[in-house]
């Protein structure tokens, strides 16, 4: 079975950092996308940051861009989210998504094409 299993969530003051970790496991390929999403009660979910796990191509949502950085480890097929000068507006569950069928630029803007999903971590910042 195909799981993802985040990771390192927790309160941070603002200005902080956090980091936060997806294990990835089950499913086999060369290179294929994974993603940050984060989701706030009553709101629609928004994608962070996506990655290629083949060749390591990245993207950002603008609010992130130059704060938060997406990285990748295959020998331990998992993905990290280094979160640093932390706003409140950041405080959100944070989901790891695993392959989509189209292109990984794009799905930032495209939870739905996401095959597989993880059960999310809280992260807080006060």
């Known amino acids: 079975d195909v799981q993802l299993v985040e990771s390192g969530g927790g309160s941070v003051q603002a200005g902080g950092s956090l980091t936060i970790s997806c294990a990835f496991s089950g499913y086999t390929s060369s290179s294929y996308c994974l993603a940050w999403f984060r989701q706030v009660p009553g709101k629609e979910r928004e994608g962070v940051a996506t990655?290629?796990?083949?060749?390591?191509?990245?993207w950002y949502d603008s609010s992130v861009k130059g704060r938060f950085t997406i990285s990748r480890d295959r020998t331990k097929n998992s993905i990290y989210l280094q979160m640093n000068s932390l706003k409140m507006e950041d405080s959100a569950m944070y989901y790891c998504a695993a392959v989509t069928d189209g292109s990984c630029a794009a799905a930032l803007n495209a939870p739905t094409s996401f095959r597989y999903w993880g059960q999310g971590t809280q992260v807080t910042v006060s």
């Open positions: 990655i290629v796990t083949g060749y390591g191509g990245k």
